[in-house]
Nanobody, 124 residues
Framework: QVQLVESGGGLVQTGDSLRLSCSAS??????????MGWLRQAPGKEREFVAT????????LYAESVKGRFTISRDNSKNTVYLQMNNLKPEDTAIYYC???????????????WGQGTQVTVSS
């Protein structure tokens, strides 16, 4: 079982930056046992993949819509995962969820553990 708590969301303007954090606790297993990802859900839309990190953090995958602007990273010693978001756009407005799983994939089904989410709103 993994518990995930996101923080760092807020209201920003187009072109601004935000860094989301995800604090993780896993009973019986270190955070390094899990693939960690970020997903998001915009108003009226389905939840979608944003980024994922391998267990060590050496490999990452991104959705095309955020590639070059967002960076996922992790500090396994602090049980924390980050999402640095630069050059934010109004279409990035969504609830952002931290997620943990076992497969280095972009499919939402790969992440059985989710946080409660943090709201990111980008005004134009």
């Amino acid at each position: 079982q993994v518990q995930l708590v996101e923080s760092g969301g807020g209201l920003v303007q187009t072109g601004d930056s935000l860094r989301l954090s995800c604090s993780a606790s896993a009973s019986g297993q270190p955070l390094s046992s899990y693939i960690m990802g970020w997903l998001r859900q915009a108003p009226g839309k389905e939840r979608e993949f944003v980024a994922t990190s391998s267990r060590s953090g050496d490999s990452t995958l991104y959705a095309e819509s955020v590639k070059g602007r967002f960076t996922i990273s992790r500090d396994n010693s602090k049980n924390t995962v980050y999402l640095q978001m630069n050059n934010l756009k109004p279409e990035d407005t969504a609830i952002y969820y931290c997620a943990a799983g076992y497969a280095f994939l972009t499919s939402l089904k790969s992440y059985p553990y989710w946080g409660q989410g943090t709201q990111v709103t980008v005004s134009s």
